[in-house]
């Protein structure tokens, strides 16, 4: 297991800081980790699962707009 620090998190996800933490107080982003008093990180592969997510959601609402656009034509 690999823990990454906001930067690179930021750079996974092309969030900005305080898009990451209202996505967690939404909790439709993972939670971080405590290292210590005023450091934190982030499990990677939570944070990758989360990128995947969003790309096959993506990929499935572009799926359903071409069998959409075939049925209609």
Known sequence: MRLIRLKEVK????????TIYK????????????????AVAWVESEVMAWVMTRIEARDRHYSLAVVSQLKAA
């Open 11 to 18: 750079h996974v996800t092309g969030l900005g800081r305080s």
């Open 23 to 38: 996505y967690i107080e939404d909790g439709v982003f993972p939670k971080s980790v405590s290292l210590g008093e005023r």
